[in-house]
């Protein structure tokens, strides 16, 4: 048995960032043997376990073949003769396919190495075609690192997976995660390889334009492309994000396309809409990143919610309304 500490671990110590976790792939042993060592097995498809001390991933060297369309349709086959070179093979790219042994000897048989001095991001193999899901990985690992390029065959890679239907088949899950990782990168990096190799089909659907600068915070950023692309951008992928992800997202459209010369009526259910504490809370969150409206705004939602209601209890439900609303309307007015 053979220890070999494996992928982002060492891409990130290599380029002086920090090491968030470790995995390790094991050469030259069973699940036997790794049960009988204290590990915890916890992998479905293939052999993952969890270290007895540490709770650190080791999996044993395996290969793997696609069988079918999807990032899930492989067969995997692990034993003792599965080479480290072999299991290093079937990674996504260079930069992530390089190991380290127990000695703190670096192993690197395609050329990681030279790819994070000279800041490549390319492929490993041709299997890079076989699962999908890399080029989202891809993607996001291009929005990690600023200044590294794709390399020039890769390129040729992702335009023949853009003529096939293979991203039809990811899991809507799946996308969002790695969306919500890019998205806490330079997202904009992460976008241009999905429209400069016309990859917005089906998950960024309607990524027609890209703005110059957005915001660090995710969902704010994730407002702005949706804004600058006619809120039609990835419209299937809303399917799949968190609640916070979506208000965002609608509230932002509400305060952007809200207009001044609305009817009295409009402009009282516009802001009445955010007098829930949670909605207020984005509101006033989102308004700020709206220079020529964010002060009209916050006067007028502040105002309102400094109402006091309380001489009314003596009146009929019908008639507190009509006054609730009367007093509303003339805040908004107030501030025209």
């Known amino acids: 048995m053979k220890i070999y500490r494996v992928g982002g671990a060492i891409r990130d110590r290599i380029l002086n960032l920090k090491v ?9 042993s069973t699940e036997g043997e790794m049960i009988d060592k204290g590990f915890r097995k916890v992998g479905k498809d293939f052999p993952v376990f969890l270290h007895p001390e540490t709770n650190e991933e080791y999996a044993l060297a395996r290969k793997e073949r696609n ?17 480290l070179e072999e299991d290093l093979k079937r990674r996504d790219i260079t930069i992530n396919a390089i190991a380290e042994d127990e000695y703190g000897n670096l192993i690197d048989p395609y050329g990681g190495i030279a790819d ?29 690192f600023d200044g590294f390029e794709i390399h020039a065959d890769t390129k040729t890679i992702l335009k ?25 990168f330079d997202f904009l990096r992460f976008l241009k390889v999905i429209k400069n190799f016309n990859l917005q089909e089906p998950w960024f659907s309607k990524l027609s334009e890209i703005p110059k600068i957005i915001d660090q915070r995710p969902e704010i950023a994730l407002s702005q492309v949706d804004q600058a692309n006619k809120y039609n951008f990835c419209l299937k992928l809303k399917k799949y994000m968190p609640k916070k992800f979506l208000k965002y997202l609608e509230i932002w459209k509400q305060i ?6 609305s ?13 829930n504490d949670n909605n207020r809370v ?3 969150d989102i308004i700020k ?12 939602i502040d105002e309102i919610t400094k109402i006091d209601f309380t001489d009314l209890t003596s009146h009929k439900y019908d008639e507190i309304k009509k006054i609730k609303k009367k007093k509303i309307i003339n805040i908004i007015d107030r501030y025209e």
């Open 20 to 28: 968030e976790d470790s995995d390790y792939v094991v050469v030259g």
């Open 67 to 83: 069988i079918g369309s999807g990032h899930k349709a492989f067969n995997f086959y692990f034993s003792p003769e599965v080479s």
């Open 289 to 300: 990143y709206f220079d020529d409206k964010s002060e009209y705004f916050f006067n007028v």
């Open 116 to 144: 994070l001095k000279n800041g490549v991001i390319r492929h490993v193999s041709s299997a890079f075609t076989e699962d999908p899901l890399r080029v989202l990985r891809l993607a996001r690992f291009y929005a990690k």
């Open 263 to 275: 009817s009295p009526d409009d402009k009282f259910l516009f802001f009445t809409s955010f007098l």
């Open 256 to 261: 952007q396309q809200f207009n001044k010369s």
């Open 160 to 184: 023949k997976i853009s003529q096939s239907d293979e991203l039809n088949y990811l899991s809507g899950e799946r996308v969002w995660e790695e969306t919500l990782k890019a998205l806490n």
């Open 282 to 284: 984005i509101f006033l």
